[in-house]
């Protein structure tokens, strides 16, 4: 579904199909991340014993995408959930290690897939249960980056890690709601710290607020009063294309990912863009937790690219 929306062309490669010849697609999931990460290296001409540190994480309950691909790539393993923000979350940490000089090449992971995630966090597709217009379609896909230092951008200039909003929001087929909180709190606190405004970035990506959180950003700045809203986009409101069914639009651990790796690295590369802040927002519930009645933290992190 990916492959046949508006941004199939910024997307490295297009898969033939969600199974890829595996019996489940955990399996299937954890394989196309291994792919992206082979991708990634030949791109790149890395060798895994030249990279000091292998940073990723998934959706699944023990990240085991990333757990079991770190069994193929014996790079020291840091292992990170910050749920559909796990990517920026493994970015900012590869760019800190990076400034820190931990390391001079660090690798970068994260996959998800639609039924993997369903059968986990809502209910097996096979009952066939009809989704609501807030709920959202997980994205199936994989992205992989190595960061490293160079003369060439884009690179990483600012992170800004945000703090865990809970507002109280139950509802679980409705995470727009409860993450853009996060999103603001985080988007504001960097603009705070860097001295910026919204203006000062060509585009402000975030991660999958869908069509309702979307909205509900909007409102917050626009209540405190802020101005260039146009600059806004959220990937998770754009990945799909108007005719397909996925309700509020993409989400996942992939949905930033793709979006960031493919989309927004190319509006650097040519030019449309000079500096692009990622916001990838991530709801941090669990399956029992919401069984209990619990409500939904959530996490922002922000990510300035610049060209």
Known sequence: MEGKGPYALDFDEILPDDVLSQKTPEKTERLMLELAIEKTMQQKQTKIEDLQFFIAGDLMNQIISATFAARTYAA??????????????????????????????????????????????????????????????????????????????????????????????????????AMAPAAFATLTQHLKDTNRGLEDYDMILTGDLGKQGRKMLRVLLTNTEYSGLERLQDGGSQIYGDGQKTGAGGSGAACIAVMTLGYGLNMLKSSKAQRILIVATGALQSPTSVLQGDSIPCIAHAIALEA
Do not use: W
């Open 76 to 177: 020291p393993y840091l292992g990170v959930y910050g749920a559909c923000s796990t990517f920026a979350e493994a970015l900012g940490l590869g760019a800190v290690l990076l400034q820190g000089d931990f390391a001079e090449q660090v690798l970068i992971g994260t996959a998800s897939h639609y039924q993997s995630a369903e059968r986990q966090f809502r209910y097996p597709i096979e009952l066939n249960i009809q989704h609501i217009a807030s709920n959202h379609h997980t994205v199936t896909g994989a992205g992989a980056a190595i960061l490293g230092f160079s003369d060439r951008g884009p690179r990483v200039t600012h992170a800004t890690f945000g703090s865990v909003v809970d507002m109280g929001i139950k509802d679980a087929l409705d995470m727009g709601s």
